[in-house]
C-alpha cells in the first residue's frame, strides 16, 4: 500500500543538526512532491517547506530560510529534511507528506519523528 | 498566532451536526480553492478530510463535507459519532510569500 516511513526519534543539543528520512512506497516516488509539517508538543501544524521529486525544486517557509534543507534520493525512494542550529522551540514531531499534485492538500502522512532539542 | 482561526472547541451529541469555521484572508482562504481539512487522533499522524474546499478523498466518509463563503471556510460532520472525537485543523495555500501553506490553530471537537 502506499505508504511514507519515517526514520526513528532523536535527541539533540542546542546548535546541533539533525536529519530526518521519510521513505517512500507503494506509487510512482517523481510524480509527487513532499512537504515537510511540524507539530510542536500540545500545538498545531506547521508547514516548513516543500520539495518536488521529480526535479528536486524546493520552497521553504521563510522563518526557516538557511536552517533547512531538503532532498530527496530517488534511487531509494527517500526524502530528508535537515535542520540546523537546533534550538529548544525546534523540539516537535517532525511529519512528511505527499502532496497532491496542484492542490496544496496531503493525502498520504508519515507516521512522524519526534526531535528533542535539549541540553 | 496561526493564519487561520479556528475556534478551539467545538461539542456535539450523537447523531447531531456541528459545524467547525477557518477564517483566513483574500490571500489564502477567500482567493483560491485550496481549503483542506484534517483529522487528527492523539498521537496520530493527521489524515486528509476534505480539499479543494469540498472533495472528498477515498475512503472518507460522507457524513464529512466542505463549503467556503468569502474568506471564511466551514467543515460541517453530520451524524456525529465517538469515532469523529479528534482534532481538526484546516488549511490553505497563501499568497502571502513563503510559507505557501498556512494552518489553522486547530479545534478540539468533543463528542458527548
Known amino acids: 500500500q502506499v505508504q511514507l516511513v519515517q526514520s ?112 | 498566532q496561526s493564519a487561520l482561526t479556528q475556534p478551539a472547541s467545538v461539542s456535539g451529541s450523537p447523531g447531531q451536526s456541528i459545524t467547525i469555521s477557518c477564517t483566513g484572508t483574500s490571500s489564502d482562504v477567500g482567493g483560491y480553492n485550496y481549503v483542506s481539512w484534517y483529522q487528527q487522533h492523539p498521537g496520530k499522524a493527521p489524515k486528509l478530510m476534505i480539499y479543494d474546499v469540498s472533495n472528498r478523498p477515498s475512503g472518507v466518509s460522507n457524513r464529512f463535507s466542505g463549503s467556503k463563503s468569502g474568506n471564511t471556510a466551514s467543515l460541517t460532520i453530520s451524524g456525529l459519532q465517538a469515532e469523529d472525537e479528534a482534532d481538526y485543523y484546516c488549511s490553505s495555500y497563501t499568497s502571502s510569500s513563503t510559507p505557501d501553506v498556512v494552518f489553522g490553530g486547530g479545534t478540539k471537537l468533543t463528542v458527548l
Not at chain 1, 512532491?33 to 521563510?62: C, D, F, H, K
Not at chain 1, 530517488?74 to 517532525?94: H, P
Request: glycine fraction near 10%; proline fraction near 2%; charged fraction near 15%.
Open chain 1, 8 to 119: 526513528g526519534a532523536e535527541v539533540k543539543k542546542p546548535g546541533a543538526s539533525v536529519k530526518v528520512s521519510c521513505k517512500a512506497s507503494g506509487y510512482t516516488f517523481t510524480s509527487y512532491g513532499i512537504s515537510w509539517v511540524r507539530q510542536a508538543p500540545g500545538q498545531g501544524l506547521e508547514w516548513m517547506g516543500w520539495i518536488s521529486a521529480y526535479n528536486g525544486n524546493t520552497n521553504y517557509a521563510q522563518k526557516l530560510q538557511g536552517r533547512v534543507t531538503m532532498t530527496t534520493d530517488t534511487s531509494t525512494s527517500t526524502a530528508y529534511m535537515e535542520l540546523r542550529s537546533l534550538r529548544s522551540d525546534d523540539t516537535a514531531v517532525y511529519y512528511c507528506a505527499r502532496e497532491l499534485t496542484g492542490d496544496h492538500a496531503f493525502d498520504i502522512w508519515g507516521q512522524g519523528t519526534m526531535v528533542t532539542v535539549s541540553s
